[in-house]
Nanobody, 127 residues
């Protein structure tokens, strides 16, 4: 069973950057997986912040478009989320997720429920 462990969270001032990592074990990241990053702030529903599809394309909601990037290092079996120009509203617990799909576009991956989840890493952005 795939295991995901996030790291890289922390506290940063508005305008700063963080890079989150998601180390994958008991399996290998490939384009057979949908991969995504999600976040959940206290009192709010979980929301997707970045999606990577089998086609190599990425999708971001308006809230993170142009500031966040999602990428993988297949050699290290790690999924990354680079977050730039952070805002206080980005404060949340961040989770990585994966689902074996065979092959799906990023657009299709964006609506998947995902089978495997990490335990989360906290990001706090102060103004």
């Amino acid at each position: 069973q795939l295991q995901l462990v996030e790291s890289g969270g922390g506290s940063v001032q508005a305008g700063g950057s963080l890079r989150l990592s998601c180390a994958v074990s008991n399996g290998y990241i490939s384009n057979s997986y949908c991969m995504g990053w999600f976040r959940q702030a206290p009192g709010k529903e979980r929301e997707v912040v970045a999606t990577l599809g089998s086609d190599g394309n990425t999708i971001f909601p308006n809230s993170t478009e142009g500031r966040f990037t999602i990428s993988t290092d297949h050699a290290k079996n790690v999924l990354y989320l680079q977050m730039n120009r952070l805002k206080p509203e980005d404060t949340a617990m961040y989770y990585c997720a994966a689902e074996w799909v065979g092959w799906l576009s990023a657009k299709a991956c964006a609506s998947r429920a995902y089978d495997y989840w990490g335990q989360g890493t906290q990001v706090t952005v102060s103004s």
